[in-house]
């Protein structure tokens, strides 16, 4: 008659073996175990947010994973909300102020530096159980940098549980500023390329002479000063003499919205370069869909606020639109000079307009450019392959 007991005590006995095993020598054994859903509290700034589709992929990522998900946010004064909002009734589960049940949660994910000091604070105050997982995404890295000092950070790297830069460029600031190595990995904002076709307006295009033919420049962001548009706005002037047909659209608002409409109207281009405002995702599209070349003009701004790796090109690129930009902060983590994109110096007006020049002239080479890196957006930032691998980093953290 078998024993049942020595059965079972020799696979308890060889699965501690594995265990053992895989920290002595290193090697990997795919072992599925049954995982409950994480209950996920989301700190953000401000919610609900039109230009921060990027975190709003990975809110409807948790849901979709099965996960109890919460948002902890101060009130948004936007009119506009995104339609997923709405279709995943996240308003439901936000909170302006703590919530109720906050000893409850597994996991605080909180969106910027500044947010990650506060539950640190929060979670040794009321004695949280929570992992405090924090991502630095912008201003928090560089600006508040700038403001506060070096050290403005090292409660937070001391308590905090894991840091999540958004570019390899913000992981090597932290590293300077004294985060333990082994608490930072890179996680990538995502771009979800189930809501994005290539756009194959320059597939039946000719080489040569446009002088006829209506050239569509679009940039999509915040107009503010990082962004740099007043001078991918100069850059377009330049090119106007030869080439009036071009119409340069920005989608997007700010407090520069008045200083640029003035800019725009001084240099008597006020028929070809537009100021449209903010839109929602589906008016992203529809602009990135008539699009032949996009151009944002990033920079360091005099409060010392630097961009990460902007997900407007991320989205530009995943419709094939061939890029020009600036090798700032982390976009050359993205964009490869001359292979996905142009990249030039901030600033730099005229290298700017040179390089949307040529691929003005040169149709095919900006084509195969925009599929480039369209290929290359599908590899490395698709929302799916992200959210899968940031859940893994929160069970880890909790094993």
């Known amino acids: 008659m078998v024993n049942k007991g020595k059965i079972m005590n020799k696979k308890v006995l060889f699965f501690i073996m594995l265990i053992m095993v895989n920290k002595i020598v290193g090697i990997s054994f795919d072992i599925k175990l049954t995982r409950r859903p994480l209950k996920i509290l989301c700190a953000l700034r401000t919610f609900p947010v039109l230009s921060e589709v990027f975190i709003i992929n990975q809110l409807t990522g948790f849901v979709d994973r099965g996960h109890d998900l919460s948002i902890y946010a101060m009130r948004s004064k936007q009119n506009m909300v995104h339609p997923v909002i709405l279709k995943y009734n996240l308003l439901d589960c936000t909170y302006y102020n703590l919530p109720p049940d906050i000893h409850d949660y597994d996991i605080i994910i909180c969106q910027f530096g500044t947010l990650g000091q506060k539950f640190v604070e929060i979670k040794k105050n009321l004695g949280l159980k929570a992992k405090i997982i924090t991502c630095f ?29 958004v570019c390899n460029y913000f992981r090597n600031i932290l590293i300077e500023l004294g985060c333990p190595e082994h608490k930072i990995r890179v996680h990538h904002s995502a771009v979800d390329f189930k809501k994005f076709v290539l756009n194959d307006k320059n597939k039946t295009s000719k080489e ?19 962004k740099g548009t007043i001078y991918s706005i100069r850059a377009i002037v330049s090119l106007l003499k030869k080439y009036p047909q071009i119409q340069y659209l920005i989608m997007g608002d700010g407090p520069l919205h008045d200083d640029l409409m003035n800019a725009i109207h001084r240099y008597g281009a006020a028929d070809n370069i537009k100021l449209l405002g903010w839109g929602n995702h589906d008016d992203v599209l529809r602009l990135l869909n008539q699009a032949d070349i996009f151009v944002l003009a990033s920079m360091t701004d005099k409060e010392g606020n630097e961009e990460g790796i902007p997900n407007c090109l991320k989205e530009a690129m995943s419709v094939g639109i061939p890029v020009v930009s600036t090798d700032h902060a982390g976009i050359n983590e993205l964009v490869e000079d001359g292979k996905t994109g142009f990249l030039v110096r901030s600033k730099f007006v005229l290298g700017l307009a040179k390089k949307i020049e040529y691929l003005i002239k040169n149709r095919q080479e900006a084509r195969a450019m925009g599929i480039a890196a369209h290929d290359h957006v599908q590899l490395e930032y698709d929302t799916e392959k992200l959210n899968d691998q940031l859940i893994e980093i929160f069970y880890s953290l909790l094993d």
């Open 137 to 165: 995404r912008g201003y928090d890295i560089s600006r508040e940098i700038k403001e506060k000092g070096k050290h403005i950070y090292d409660s937070l790297f001391e308590k905090g549980d894991y840091f999540l830069p």
């Open 208 to 226: 040569g002479n446009r002088d006829n033919e209506k050239i569509t420049i679009v940039s999509v962001n915040r107009l503010v000063p990082k």
